[in-house]
């Protein structure tokens, strides 16, 4: 996979958090800490992406029914014990 070299700024504070997570021991150097925030950030994005699809596809699934709570249960036990 090829690479672009960026240069971002950052705040001071911004600049101490990523030296602390350094520091820690959880990452070896600032762009790692970068790339790991990206790579959150696109896993994030595609599950809440997986949410809305599900969401859409139950909202024009059809028209709700009621739902009991107690035959559920009962035929969860008789299913699975």
């Known amino acids: 996979m090829g690479t672009v070299r ?7 504070q911004q600049d101490n958090w990523i ?3 350094i520091d820690a021991g959880h990452y070896t150097n600032d762009s790692e800490y970068i790339r790991d925030l990206i790579r959150r950030e696109q896993e994030r994005t595609a599950e809440l992406e997986t949410i809305r699809a599900a969401l859409r596809e139950g909202e024009s699934s059809g028209k709700p029914r009621p739902f009991d709570p107690e035959a559920f249960k009962q035929r969860m036990l008789t299913t699975h014990g």
């Open 19 to 21: 030296k602390a997570q």
């Open 6 to 12: 960026k240069t971002i700024t950052v705040t001071d």
